[in-house]
């Protein structure tokens, strides 16, 4: 059985978690999250948890398990604490700023780039070479950070580009010189 699935979930403070049909609906003091339920797994809340258990051993069945149940634990932790991620912008005379809500950043293209973040995403930013990305929803900060860092991903010889903040670039030679 599923060392993750095994664990119950707590329900943190200010946060609720219902079944309605098929869907589970995880409510908190900075939102409301949705997801599916997967066939072949059910749902026991009880006593300020949520146990996540499954109703046969097939191979899909066993996978749904652990994942429902990291899924059900991030959404609680979303509503009550939210997620945040840092990335910073490697390169000479690049920058990021906001207009709005837009992230406009200049990363050595002849224009600047203008990215708009979904819905239930915030971007602030630090300073013109750091920026956080919030939300609560695990997997959208996760995305929204992807396709920023999609703009310039980080390269391996000058190391320039876009990164997350503790992030180490693997660096390369480059040529060797002469004989």
């Not at 634990?73 to 700023?97: H, L, P």
């Amino acid at each position: 059985m599923s060392r993750i699935g095994r664990k119950a979930v707590e329900i943190a403070k200010g946060a609720s978690v219902e079944l309605k049909g098929n869907d589970i609906v995880v409510k908190g003091p900075k939102g409301e999250l949705h997801a599916q339920l997967m066939p072949g797994i059910t749902l026991a809340i009880e006593g300020g948890q949520v146990k996540v258990d499954r109703t046969n051993e097939e191979k899909q069945t066993r996978a749904w398990h652990g994942m429902t149940r990291a899924l059900i634990a991030n959404m609680v932790t979303g509503v009550t604490t939210g997620f945040s991620k840092t990335m910073e912008i490697v390169g000479v005379g690049w920058r990021a700023a906001l207009q709005g809500k837009k992230l406009v950043m200049n990363l050595g293209y002849s224009h600047p780039i203008e990215f708009t973040p979904p819905a239930g995403i915030e971007i602030v930013v630090e300073n013109p070479i750091k920026f956080h990305v919030r939300g609560i929803d695990k997997e959208l900060v996760g995305q929204t950070c992807a396709l920023i860092r999609e703009f310039r991903p980080p390269e391996p010889y000058h190391g320039k580009g876009i990164k997350f903040e503790n992030e180490q670039i693997l660096r390369k030679a480059g040529k060797t010189g002469a004989k």
